[in-house]
């Protein structure tokens, strides 16, 4: 320890990172396109109520934003949205806006004008997951009528009247669930992925094939069991995608006629990750015939993989972690990476040299590195031997020390189907900076660590992710890096439900922080979104009041003995404010200190920087008191 560094208590310590500094960070950067020396991407702005404008670089490096406000590019599709916009070579791009959700050509120089008639009511046609191909739009529709919501894969012309009155034709429709369109290289198939309730895309999609002549479809690989993602055309009569029929999403090589399916580098590593969002792209087929991939354990790092030696080789670049969006015209790759010290940013790679050029970060100043907690990796035993994986931040001020062991905060991601990554997050090093360790686990159920991790929360959620979340808090304790008394735990979504849970099965925490999480299930699926409707069966199971009553906070909130803090937006249309509402009140009824905060306008996950800063200097002050500071 540097004997500059003051004896100060926890929670307390001196830092640089403020909230606002932490609100204007994260610019979402996200799905990247490249053509040649040009490269576009989406791009959010806390700063401007969290729209989302596409970025413009062009080939002598100059930036631009090409959507000024209020137009925002993004889609509500499944609500969680996903790639909202296409580029038209020598045209211009195609965007959904999301105040009205309909498609809009911005042409090179000009005005934003609609390709897509108005619906019949505000939003209630919605387009995802843009491609171009002779001279249309390929993409998913979301179609909402009369109480009822459908979806298929329409193409929409670039040669539209101006008033945008052009009907999009509808291609294929009959399932409930569509991603990934892509139109073979002779343009006489469309391939597609498609799954039906109650399955998710992560446990059982279907590769399917339309001959466009006649629309005649069939199934090429998948089903009820198995994860298929990310089809791309090798050639006219081939497509590459992932597959998790191994319990691993690996790389196959598919025929459209019932040719032999090869899987092309057989490993336990996952090569995808969850379709949260349409438009994933985790892999990107080079002019060569090599693949830029993305691959690993609980992360994942680029390489290039050559289908006919089978060799895959890792860059040497200095992102750790990679978002899944590699984008290609086929010589030029640009992706989105990160690493424990660099923010995740829009990078162009060169496969056969290594070389990488940073185009544009999602934070634009970082404090002293001093200041920014180094992750390790941890793994540890929950319930009945299960092995847990963790990322641990330690607290990190060059300023600063405390004495004996610190307080730490236990973090739960959304989901719960998901994962948390070992990237550079100002919001953790809010805390850390601050003398608050920070410990990410990823609980049986994320992604990140193959099908039969991710399935052990099949019917057991409410149970894995608590008993998870209670065994990474006895783990700080066991080993001496936290204060016992002192830890408490935070989530968002359905981290938001395993905090509650959490907090009415154990009394290990010293207070909880939710953030738009879910506490009665028969309410949630109810009310929720149609994307995850049906998503709680998998979960749980169907609906029984009794197993039900068991499992939700609400049930159990006669349990809670600590305070809680509870975070809403008012606009949620993923988990509606009424969640958080009868969670806040059932502890009132009981004496238990909560406090409750609300935000107009927000939805699910914030986007404001004045809401963010709010949340967050709300939450430090909770952990400030509980942790008697």
């Known amino acids: 320890m540097s004997p500059e560094q003051a004896i100060l208590p926890y929670a307390t310590w001196p830092s640089p990172i403020s909230t606002s500094d932490v609100a204007r960070s994260g610019l979402r950067l996200g799905f990247p396109t490249v053509l040649g020396g040009e490269v576009w991407w989406t791009e959010d702005r806390p700063a401007e109520g969290g729209r989302t404008t596409i970025v413009h670089q062009s080939a002598d490096g100059t930036q631009h934003d090409l959507l000024s406000a209020p137009w925002s590019a993004r889609t509500r599709v499944h609500e969680y949205g996903g790639r909202s916009y296409a580029v038209v070579p020598g045209e211009g791009l195609v965007f959904t806006n999301f105040t009205d959700q309909r498609l809009y050509l911005l042409p090179t120089g000009g005005e934003p004008r609609p390709l ?55 291609r294929i429709s009959g399932h409930d669930f569509y991603a990934s369109p892509t139109v073979s290289p002779d343009g006489e198939h469309l391939a597609f992925i498609c799954w039906n309730h109650p399955q998710m895309p992560w446990n059982g999609t279907e590769l399917r094939v339309c001959r466009l002549a006649d629309g005649t479809s069939w199934k090429v690989k998948g ?59 985790p892999y990107a087929p080079m002019a060569d015939g090599s693949l830029a991939v993305l691959h690993g354990l609980g992360g994942l790092r680029l390489g290039v993989f050559d289908p006919d030696s089978g060799l895959l080789s890792d860059l040497d670049v200095p992102y750790d972690g990679w978002d899944p969006v590699l984008a290609t015209d ?14 995740r940013s829009i990078v162009r790679v060169d496969t056969l040299t290594g070389s990488a050029q940073e185009l544009r970060r999602d934070i634009n100043e970082l404090p002293d590195t001093a200041y920014l907690p180094l992750p390790r990796t941890v793994e540890f035993e929950s319930r009945f031997g299960r092995e847990v994986h963790a990322f641990l931040y330690p ?33 953790k090093a809010f805390f850390t900076s601050r003398g608050i360790g920070v410990i990410d686990v990823n609980y049986g159920g994320s992604t990140g660590y193959g099908r039969a991790y991710r399935e052990r929360l099949r019917g057991q ?35 938001g439900w395993t905090v509650m849970a959490a907090c009415c099965t154990s009394d ?103 809401t963010r800063s709010a949340a967050l200097a709300t939450e430090l002050a909770f952990y400030q008191q509980i942790f008697h500071v």
């Open 508 to 610: 290990v925490f010293a207070g909880g922080v939710s953030y738009y999480g879910v506490s009665s299930l028969a309410t949630f699926s109810a009310t929720t979104h149609d994307f995850e409707s049906r998503y709680i069966e998998w979960l749980i199971g169907p609906e029984d009041p009794v197993l039900y009553a068991s499992r939700e906070p609400l049930g159990q909130v006669a349990g809670v003995s600590c305070p809680m803090l509870l975070l809403q937006g008012l606009s949620d249309p993923v988990v509606p404010p009424e969640q958080s509402q009868a969670f806040v009140d059932a502890l009132a009824e009981r004496g238990i200190p909560c406090t409750y905060l609300t935000f107009e306008g927000e939805a699910h996950g914030f986007r404001r920087a004045e």
């Open 330 to 343: 086929g010589h030029a790759l640009v992706g989105i990476g990160y690493g424990p010290a660099l923010p």
């Open 395 to 427: 607290p990190s001020n060059p300023l600063a020390r405390g004495e004996g062991p610190p307080p730490y905060v236990v973090f739960v991601h959304g989901g719960p189907t998901g994962h948390s990554a070992g990237a550079l997050d100002l919001e």
């Open 116 to 170: 897509t008639p108005e619906p019949e009511h505000p939003t209630a046609l919605r387009y995802a997951d843009l491609l171009v191909h002779d001279g249309q739009i390929w993409c998913v529709r979301e179609r909402h009528a009369d109480g009822e919501v459908s979806r298929s894969i329409v193409s929409i012309p670039l040669s539209g009247p101006p008033s945008g009155g052009a009907e999009p034709r509808e």
């Open 223 to 281: 089903g009820i069991s198995e994860s298929v993602l990310a089809p791309r055309w090798r050639d006219e009569r081939h497509l590459y995608a992932i597959s998790d029929w191994s319990g691993w999403w690996n790389l196959y090589l598919v025929g459209i006629y019932g040719t032999a399916t090869r899987a092309l580098y057989p490993m336990e590593e996952e090569f995808a990750g969850p379709l949260w969002q349409l438009g994933a792209t």
């Open 461 to 495: 959620w409410g149970v894995v992710d608590v008993e998870d979340s209670i065994a990474t808090a006895e783990w700080l304790a066991a080993e001496g890096l936290a204060d016992p008394a002192r830890i408490a735990i935070r989530g968002g979504s359905a981290g």
